[in-house]
């Protein structure tokens, strides 16, 4: 039997306990707020806080792979067990990791995260298209086989983006809207939601692109970045039910204490379901 594709699980999560997904980012800087050391022992302590207090009740919890890799193999082991507990309490993982390369290493890629034998097995991962939608292949072949997907950049929330993804392609399409289509074409059919996303910053005042890709969007840039909830419907127009929000520094600021964590994340979700509902 084929395993059930990534965008109804995420569908039906969404749907059940609210769109919100957080990301696990155990900056020095947040280490240190907490009152925890910058080494092994303080990301450990960190991360499983932020597993224990949220996985149980988020849609999408988002480890950012880079804040783990710092630490060599002892982070990765870390990271490891965040994965297994986060998804063994009901949680999708979605790995941060924003791989892209071409041939056997991006299969090696899709591999590590995208295979159910690996010990970083999640359910979807970030990857970035710009050595072209077609090097992707080895990650959405993996992703559909496992019941995974995949999360495309295509217009993120830094400033320095646009000089890439608002370029024009040779048919007068800017590359963002080429991917997104690209994300489209993979998407066709698929109901109630398909298993490839789109990366689109929630910093944005209006994205300019058609966003109906029949796929979750992740919408990273509330909070610290400064977006706020009541900006999503400006941004993404009619395809504001398929949104995921992304927080990470506004909830996990609130830590050490783990009942501080889920207050905000119920906070945020109640915000963001009350956007999304037009008030």
Not at 134 to 157: E, K, M, W
Not at 173 to 194: C, F, V, Y
Request: glycine share 12%; charged share 20%.
């Amino acid at each position: 039997m084929s395993p059930e594709p990534f965008g109804a699980r995420l569908r039906r999560a969404m749907d059940t306990r609210g769109p919100l997904c957080v990301g696990i980012d155990p900056h020095a800087s947040l280490l240190t707020d907490w009152g925890l050391d910058d080494d092994i022992a303080g990301l450990e302590r960190f991360t499983r806080t932020v597993v224990e207090a949220l996985a149980d009740r988020v849609a999408v919890l988002k480890p950012q792979s880079a804040f783990f890799e710092r630490f060599g193999s002892r982070g990765i082991a870390v990271l490891e067990k965040a994965v297994e507990e986060a998804r063994a309490a009901g949680a999708l993982v979605l790995m941060d990791a924003k791989r892209g390369d071409i041939g056997s290493t991006m299969g090696a890629y899709a591999a590590t995260y995208l295979h159910p034998d690996s010990p970083l097995f999640s359910d979807a991962v970030t990857v970035s298209p710009y050595l072209g939608f077609g090097s992707l292949r080895p990650a959405l072949d993996a992703a559909a086989a496992s019941g995974a997907g995949v999360f495309v950049l295509a217009l993120t929330s830094n400033p320095e983006g646009a000089e890439v993804q608002r370029a024009t392609a040779a048919d007068g399409r800017s590359l963002a809207q080429l991917m997104l289509d690209r994300m489209a074409e993979e998407n066709a059919g698929a109901r109630p939601l398909g298993s490839v996303g789109a990366v689109v910053g929630a910093t944005l005042e209006d994205a300019g692109v058609d966003l109906a890709i029949n796929g979750p969007l992740l919408a990273p840039g509330i909070g610290a970045q400064g977006a706020t909830p009541a900006d999503l419907p400006g941004v993404f127009g009619a395809a504001v039910g398929n949104v995921v929000p992304s927080v990470s520094r506004g909830v996990l600021r609130r830590g050490p204490d783990a009942a501080g964590l889920r207050e905000a994340a119920e906070r945020l979700t109640e915000e963001i379901r009350t956007a999304l509902a037009g008030g």
